[in-house]
């Protein structure tokens, strides 16, 4: 267990890292560089000063607006850097200031960035998907309680079982239900926390989805075809059991045994 320093340390390290994952949602769907130009405002294209560019407190400052053209900026930005500083602080809380805390802080941060994009665009990059398969895998040699074999078997059952519900909707329906992107992120996905996660992550997707999907289809009025992106709730899914996957799966065996 972490003592408050370092977990006070892991949120702010969150927050700028949630400023650079800013620059990934928005320029990776663009094919554009994450390194130059520097950041610019997404009205006006003025470059942001350094001293505008601090996480969260100089979205405060500026009252939420673009010190050149006083538009109003997004307010997504300073959300996925406390996010972001929430998730680095929880990882130093769960796993200590640990090389464990870090890997999972990693692949957290690669969930955040595939979100919002699949949010926007109705996309899952390949180039952080596709990449991150291999890369977790090879952190599984570092992890506790995961072992490359368990990493490649989750790998197999996160990919392989929405490949065959994709195929299986495709061959009922005729239409393409799942995109390619949800299956090499659960792949990922599957990487780092093996079959046991996968199952879990797709069983906590499955009921989220459902209930936030019927909720949007209700609110908007619109019919039962709305589409509602997956990745989030994959995302959300995996979040999940790596925080508390372990106590769901004890409670699920024997929590819930009669006497």
């Not at 390194?35 to 009205?43: D, G, N, Q």
Request: hydrophobic share 50%; aromatic share 14%.
């Amino acid at each position: 267990m972490s003592n408050p320093t370092e977990i006070i340390f892991g949120f702010f390290f969150g927050l700028l890292i949630g400023s650079f994952l800013n620059v990934c949602i928005c320029r990776l769907p663009l094919n554009a560089s994450i390194v130059t130009p520097p950041s610019s405002c997404p009205s006006c294209g003025k470059p942001i000063r350094f001293y505008d560019n601090i996480p969260v407190l100089s979205y405060i400052w500026l009252l939420g607006k673009c010190r050149g053209c006083a538009i109003p900026i997004s307010a997504r930005y300073p959300l996925v850097e406390i996010l972001t500083g929430t998730f680095a602080a929880l990882c130093v809380f769960r796993f200590g200031f640990t090389p464990t805390a870090a890997i999972y802080f990693a692949f957290i941060a690669s969930l955040v960035v595939i979100t919002f994009i699949d949010i926007d665009h109705r996309i899952i990059p390949d180039i952080i998907s596709l990449p991150g398969i291999p890369i977790f895998f090879a952190a599984t040699f570092f992890l506790p309680g995961i072992s490359p074999v368990a990493s490649i078997t989750g790998i197999l059952v996160g990919g392989g079982s929405l490949f065959l519900v994709a195929w299986g909707y495709y061959m009922v329906t005729g239409n393409e239900g799942m995109g390619g992107g949800d299956i090499k992120l659960l792949a990922m996905i599957g990487a780092i926390i093996g079959w046991q996660g996968v199952v879990l992550t797709i069983f906590a997707a499955s009921i989220t989805g459902t209930v936030i999907g019927l909720t949007l289809m209700l609110a908007s009025g619109k019919n039962m075809k709305l589409a509602v992106p997956f990745g989030p709730f994959l995302a959300l899914g995996a979040v999940i059991y790596i925080f508390y996957g372990t106590e769901l799966i004890h409670w699920y065996l024997y929590g819930i045994r009669p006497f």
